[in-house]
Nanobody, 125 residues
């Protein structure tokens, strides 16, 4: 059974940083890709960043480009989302999800079949 566990969320002041982790287990192969999503109260879930683990290609939403960085530690089966220069509008529950395929262009597409439970990020003074 595939399991994803996010951690690293919390309360941070505007301009601060957090690093989210997504620990993956239960995969029968190494062929999966990762997406980070977020959902704020009253808003639809949106994709924040994606990582094609085959070739390392990344995607970032315009709202986080230049501030967030996605990375992967393959031996640990863990993917990170480094979030810098956080803004109040980054407040949301952040989720990681895995996909067996990924297309990255102007957007990030995948089948995102497995999801973590989410971690709350609150940016407030």
């Amino acid at each position: 059974e595939v399991q994803l566990v996010e951690s690293g969320g919390g309360l941070v002041q505007p301009g601060g940083s957090l690093r989210l982790s997504c620990a993956a287990s239960g995969f029968t192969s190494d062929e999966y890709h990762i997406g980070w999503f977020r959902q704020a109260p009253g808003r639809e879930r949106e994709v924040v960043s994606c990582l094609d683990r085959t070739d390392g290609i990344t995607y970032y939403a315009e709202s986080v480009k230049g501030r967030f960085t996605i990375s992967s530690d393959h031996p640990k089966n863990t993917v990170y989302l480094q979030m810098d220069s956080l803004k109040p509008e980054d407040t949301a529950v952040y989720y990681c999800a895995t996909s067996s395929w990924m297309i990255i262009g102007k957007m990030c597409a995948g089948n995102f079949a497995s999801w973590g439970q989410g971690t709350q990020v609150t940016v407030s003074s």
